[in-house]
């Protein structure tokens, strides 16, 4: 176990915007095959943090590595390969407007992967159905969804090219509790069956209980605490009890 | 300026040229450091548009998003720039018995200078402002982002198809507004001022070289170059938010305007002296 490389390792990672330092020295490892659930508060910098791993934003100092392999100093050409193994739930869907749901989905697969368009359609069509969403709803525009059929096209999006490494930011943020579970069990199945290496971010217990291994809880810009998901409410940390019991009064500052 | 005085009284007077100097300075390192990215910006982006993988359907809808639409806009306003020519000339050039010149004059301010920049200035409100708000609207609702972790060079896919087809379309949106331009101040020197057609074509013909049309498809290249490359990268760099795509909007009409009319004044120089 020990000896095995992490699939996502980050350590020291920073970031500042300007003057505002957000990530502030982030550690975390996620091995592979798990599923690692990050919770905390508004504005603490959850995304960047996964916008970092993505190579979407350039941390300022830090080591990524991805299967052992530094990612912050690999070229254009590296990094695009690096690409192919990653999927994206982003928090606001990111949908491509101009095209219509199946396009989305089928996007990956067809341009990334050069799959023809019949059999990507196909797929797209089967991926809609796992997130509960009808045949029909494939030939719709995406601002002709409510935002939560949009999220659930864009989970479909995330995972319909079969990546090693799958990111949800807020995959059930807006949906109602059912579909929430809905979301919850696809995601685990993603973890299961496909063997992928999941890192989600959520504010919602019931969710990150469900499809957690391990659950990391960041502040401040920095992992505070980080377990298996059987730990979470045992943790004797003053930080992530007042978090997931969702207490105004505690350690956790209200004007952050 | 006065409040800026106020602040600095409270403390020292000795403080306000050192504030000057570090103002100034601070400009004009971020000046010539946008300057920079500009560069970066437009190299990374040529270089994408010459090289595979291409996306001629993409490139096919901004020739009809760029070029088609922007006919009737490049055409009326060629056509009733030409018709002013013919009706200013003739009003000023009747003092010196010179209306034999209409014809040269609206010919060649027609193709060497009106319609590549009046062109090029339409051009810019309509397609440099949507290519701006477009792109814009997608870096912040993180379509860009979106489309990297798809696999899929937002350079390429985005920016190539809109720079290619801005700078091939600009040129046959010019070319057939010099034949607009001439044909209304024809118009209005056949109908309005009692010219004689045959006479007036002749003129026409006469005057006009290969080198004045070829001219002013030249700058309506350039002109199409800089309108699409500013739209995308003042989209492609917008802020956050509405306001982001807003100001993005806004800069990509200004800056391109006026480098239209920069370039403009250097093309001519180039090719007429
Ligand atoms: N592109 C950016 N430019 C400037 N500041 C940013 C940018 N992205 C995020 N931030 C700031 O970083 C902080 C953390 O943002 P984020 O990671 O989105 O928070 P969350 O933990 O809610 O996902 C916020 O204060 C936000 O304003
Ligand atoms: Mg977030």
């Given at each position: 176990?020990?000896?095995?490389?992490?699939?996502?390792?980050?350590?020291?990672?920073?970031?500042?915007?300007?003057?505002?330092?957000?990530?502030?020295?982030?550690?975390?490892?996620?091995?592979?095959g798990?599923s690692?659930?990050?919770?905390?508060?508004?504005?603490?910098?959850?995304?960047?943090?996964?916008?970092?791993?993505l190579?979407?934003?350039?941390?300022?100092?830090?080591s990524?590595?991805?299967?052992?392999?530094?990612?912050?100093?690999m070229?254009?050409?590296?990094?695009d390969?690096?690409?192919?193994?990653?999927g994206?739930?982003?928090?606001?869907?990111?949908?491509?407007?101009?095209?219509k749901?199946?396009?989305?989905?089928?996007f990956?697969l067809?341009?990334?992967?050069?799959?023809?368009?019949?059999e990507?359609?196909?797929?797209?069509?089967e991926?809609?159905r796992?997130?509960?969403l009808?045949q029909?709803?494939g030939?719709?525009?995406?601002?002709?969804?409510?935002?939560?059929?949009q999220?659930?096209?864009?989970?479909?999006r995330?995972?319909?090219?079969?990546?090693?490494?799958?990111?949800?930011?807020?995959?059930?943020?807006?949906?109602?509790?059912?579909?929430?579970?809905?979301i919850?069990?696809?995601?685990s199945?993603?973890?299961?069956d496909?063997?992928?290496?999941?890192?989600?971010?959520?504010h919602?217990?019931?969710?990150?209980?469900?499809?957690a291994?391990?659950?990391?809880?960041?502040?401040?810009?920095?992992?505070?605490?980080?377990?298996?998901?059987?730990?979470?409410y045992d943790s004797?940390?003053?930080?992530?009890?007042?978090?997931?019991?969702?207490?105004?009064?505690?350690?956790?500052?209200?004007?952050s | 300026?006065?409040?800026?005085?106020?602040?600095f009284?409270?403390?020292?007077?000795?403080?306000?040229?050192?504030?000057?100097?570090?103002?100034?300075g601070?400009?004009?390192l971020?000046?010539?450091q946008?300057?920079?990215?500009?560069a970066?910006?437009?190299?990374?982006?040529?270089?994408?548009?010459?090289?595979?993988?291409?996306?001629?359907?993409?490139?096919?809808?901004?020739?009809i998003?760029?070029?088609?639409?922007s006919?009737?806009?490049?055409?009326?306003?060629?056509?009733?720039?030409?018709?002013?020519?013919?009706?200013?000339?003739?009003t000023?050039f009747?003092?010196?018995?010179?209306e034999?010149?209409i014809a040269?004059?609206v010919?060649?301010?027609?193709?060497?200078?009106?319609?590549?920049v009046?062109?090029?200035?339409?051009?810019?409100?309509?397609?440099?402002?949507?290519?701006a708000?477009?792109?814009?609207?997608?870096?912040?609702?993180?379509?860009?982002d979106?489309?990297i972790?798809?696999s899929?060079n937002?350079f390429?896919?985005?920016?190539?198809?809109r720079?290619?087809?801005?700078?091939?379309?600009?040129?046959?949106?010019?070319?057939?507004?010099?034949?607009i331009g001439?044909?209304?101040?024809?118009?209005?020197?056949?109908y309005?001022?009692?010219?004689?057609?045959?006479?007036?074509?002749?003129?026409?013909?006469?005057?006009?070289?290969?080198?004045?049309?070829l001219?002013?498809?030249?700058?309506?290249?350039?002109?199409?170059?800089?309108?699409?490359?500013?739209?995308?990268?003042?989209?492609?760099?917008?802020?956050?938010g509405?306001?982001?795509?807003?100001?993005?909007?806004?800069?990509?009409?200004v800056?391109?305007?006026?480098?239209?009319?920069?370039?403009?004044?250097?093309?001519?120089?180039?090719f007429?002296?």
């Amino acid at each position: 176990m020990s000896t095995k490389t992490p699939k996502i390792e980050m350590k020291d990672v920073r970031k500042a915007f300007g003057e505002k330092c957000v990530l502030n020295g982030i550690d975390l490892t996620v091995n592979k095959g798990e599923s690692l659930v990050i919770i905390g508060g508004s504005g603490t910098g959850k995304s960047v943090t996964l916008k970092c791993v993505l190579g979407l934003m350039k941390p300022d100092s830090g080591s990524i590595m991805i299967d052992g392999v530094e990612t912050t100093t690999m070229n254009q050409k590296e990094r695009d390969a690096l690409m192919g193994k990653f999927g994206m739930l982003f928090q606001g869907g990111a949908l491509f407007d101009s095209m219509k749901v199946w396009e989305n989905i089928a996007f990956g697969l067809i341009q990334g992967k050069k799959m023809n368009a019949d059999e990507a359609h196909d797929i797209a069509l089967e991926k809609l159905r796992q997130v509960g969403l009808a045949q029909q709803t494939g030939n719709l525009f995406p601002a002709e969804l409510s935002g939560g059929m949009q999220k659930r096209v864009s989970l479909a999006r995330a995972i319909a090219t079969n990546p090693e490494i799958i990111f949800f930011d807020e995959p059930t943020t807006g949906l109602d509790p059912i579909m929430a579970d809905v979301i919850n069990d696809l995601i685990s199945e993603c973890v299961k069956d496909l063997g992928a290496t999941a890192l989600t971010i959520t504010h919602d217990m019931s969710s990150a209980r469900k499809i957690a291994d391990h659950v990391a809880m960041i502040y401040e810009g920095q992992m505070i605490w980080d377990g298996p998901v059987g730990q979470l409410y045992d943790s004797k940390n003053s930080y992530v009890e007042q978090f997931i019991h969702g207490r105004a009064d505690g350690p956790i500052s209200k004007h952050s | 300026m006065l409040k800026i005085m106020q602040s600095f009284n409270k403390d020292s007077v000795i403080d306000f040229p050192a504030y000057v100097a570090q103002t100034i300075g601070g400009s004009i390192l971020s000046f010539l450091q946008s300057i920079g990215a500009l560069a970066a910006f437009i190299g990374k982006a040529t270089a994408k548009s010459f090289s595979p993988p291409f996306y001629p359907r993409l490139i096919m809808k901004q020739f009809i998003d760029i070029g088609y639409y922007s006919l009737p806009v490049v055409g009326m306003t060629a056509l009733f720039t030409g018709m002013v020519l013919a009706l200013q000339s003739y009003t000023g050039f009747t003092r010196f018995n010179a209306e034999g010149a209409i014809a040269g004059v609206v010919a060649l301010s027609v193709t060497r200078e009106l319609a590549p920049v009046l062109a090029g200035l339409m051009v810019a409100g309509r397609v440099g402002a949507s290519i701006a708000a477009e792109i814009g609207t997608m870096r912040v609702t993180e379509q860009i982002d979106a489309l990297i972790t798809l696999s899929v060079n937002p350079f390429k896919y985005l920016i190539a198809p809109r720079v290619i087809a801005g700078t091939l379309m600009l040129p046959i949106l010019v070319l057939m507004g010099d034949i607009i331009g001439i044909y209304g101040g024809y118009i209005v020197s056949i109908y309005n001022l009692d010219f004689s057609s045959g006479t007036y074509i002749a003129q026409t013909w006469d005057i006009l070289e290969k080198m004045d049309v070829l001219s002013g498809l030249i700058k309506a290249a350039v002109f199409g170059f800089i309108v699409s490359m500013m739209g995308c990268y003042h989209g492609f760099n917008s802020g956050r938010g509405a306001q982001g795509v807003g100001t993005a909007t806004t800069y990509a009409v200004v800056s391109a305007s006026i480098l239209i009319l920069i370039s403009n004044y250097i093309l001519t120089q180039v090719f007429f002296s």
